[in-house]
């Protein structure tokens, strides 16, 4: 009784991580679209549907009925994965690529407080790394601090003013976190006029979500 008890706690623990990272995968997998900014635009929730949603049949997660872990088991899982980090960390707390490394964890696990901290704390030591700052924007936005993250994304395009990711969720931002339509189409616009690069799908899609502003503007 005792091994079967065993076997099903660590099927269990298994059926989590795996989770965690599916979901991590997912989160990236979204976001290199056009680099970060469409894992930005996702509300925490959206991503947890995604990754229940491509779970693949007789997984883990198909015989659990889809469900995702907890808050505190994500929580208690990125604080292992993020162990080895933070141990080197202690010897080079400065160290802006570990901290970024660590954010990362924090993130891909919706701990956004956690997350946000470390990105800061890589953007103390590399205050011009752009794709830092977007990441402590989208952060700070899941946290509920919509005015902090505009600010992060401002001072991302002081440094790159063509930054697809800081203009794209600049507009998520403005539209969902300000309702502000007129703000957020205005951002989308200027990603397209400096991003001529971008290719058509990724034009599409930004053509589509100015469109459904304007629509819901209209009704």
């Known amino acids: 009784m005792a091994d079967e008890s065993t076997t099903q706690a660590g ?3 298994a059926w989590q991580v795996k989770q965690v990272y599916a979901m991590a995968a997912v989160c990236l997998v979204v976001g290199l679209a056009l680099g970060y900014l469409f894992r930005g635009s996702q509300s925490p929730a959206a991503t947890q549907s995604v990754a229940s ?8 997660a198909g015989a659990m009925g889809g469900q995702m872990p907890s808050l505190d088991q994500m929580k208690s899982m990125a604080d292992k994965k993020a162990a080895p980090l933070l141990e080197k960390l202690k010897s080079d707390p400065t160290n802006s690529e570990l901290l970024n490394q660590i954010g990362n964890i924090y993130e891909a696990t919706h701990q956004f407080k956690d997350a946000a901290g470390y990105y800061d704390k890589a953007l103390q030591s590399d205050p011009k790394n752009v794709a830092v700052r977007t990441q402590l924007a989208s952060s700070l936005y899941y946290n509920g601090d919509v005015d902090g993250a505009i600010s992060q994304l ?7 003013p063509k930054d697809a990711n800081s203009l794209f969720n600049m507009g998520m931002i403005k539209w969902q976190g300000k309702q502000d339509a007129k703000g957020a189409i205005a951002a989308w616009q200027e990603l397209l006029k400096t991003n001529p690069q971008l290719k058509p799908d990724q034009k599409a ?10 629509m819901q503007g209209k009704s």
């Open 11 to 13: 099927a269990g623990s």
């Open 53 to 60: 949603a491509n779970a693949q049949p007789g997984s883990p």
């Open 154 to 160: 401002q001072k991302a395009l002081q440094y790159d």
């Open 205 to 214: 899609t930004v053509q589509k979500l100015m469109a459904d502003v304007q």
